[in-house]
Each structure stands twice: as structure tokens, then as C-alpha cells.
């Protein structure tokens, strides 16, 4: 059996691509490695923060569907955000959904009787509404473990 000079050629060539080709993966995966990553890492508390963030925005745009008393259990976060509102308003205040538009309005309730006593106008609503935000915040975050 003989080896022709042909053969010998291919073999080598052969041997030669496969060497170049590991050189290139050695330096693709060098060049990825020193490449900063596109991942982001959020510190615990962020995280925390976000979540706390998320929980209260969905109770506050659920809040105006709301029965009261039935808020998350007796006594919930609706209710417990509600009547401290209300304490800091002075005025026992509800909430109810306006149904073409969706935004919540505040109502004042007689303390005595539980009547409807006014309706207030957006802009009050609006700056209440953040501060029911904040509150309910704060009760989430004081109950989250």
C-alpha cells in the first residue's frame, strides 16, 4: 500500500483548518468573557421596593370595587388605607368608581347616618388618591415579611 503525496496534502490541510477554527473559538470566547454582560442585577431591597410598588397600585385601582369590611379579610388593606385617609381628611371619606371614565371619586359620608353628604371634585380626588397611594404603601410594606 502506498500513500500518495495527494493524501498526505489533504490530511495536513485538513489538520491545519481544524486548528485554525479552535484558535477562533478560543479567541471568540476570550472576546465574549471581557465583554460586559447585559445583565442587570437589582439589590434586594429594590426588588422589595418594586414588588411593595406593584401590590399597591393593584389594590388602589381595585379599591373603588370594593365591598366594605371585605377588603383582603376583616379589616383589610382597602379599609385600613380608607380610614386613616379619612382620619387625616377629618371627614369619614368612600370611594367610588366613576363607570365611563374609571377614575375613582371620593365621596363624603355623614359620619351619622352614612349618607352620600358630597361629592368631591377631581382635583381633591386626585390628591387624595395619591395620598391613599402613599398610605397603602406604607401598610403594604409594613406587612410585607
Known sequence: ???????????????????????????????????????????????????????TAEIVSNIGYRVPGLGMGPGGVEDMALKQLSQEYGRELDLSQDESTGQLRFLVRDQTTGEVVETLGSEESASLQERLFAITQQIVDENMV
Do not use: W
Open 1 to 55: 500500500m502506498t500513500i500518495t503525496s495527494f493524501q498526505v496534502q489533504n490530511i495536513l490541510r485538513t489538520y491545519a483548518k481544524q486548528l485554525s477554527r479552535g484558535q477562533r473559538l478560543a479567541r471568540r470566547r476570550m472576546a465574549s468573557e471581557s465583554l460586559p454582560s447585559d445583565q442587570v442585577n437589582i439589590s434586594i431591597e429594590a426588588r422589595r421596593k418594586q414588588v411593595i410598588e406593584k401590590i
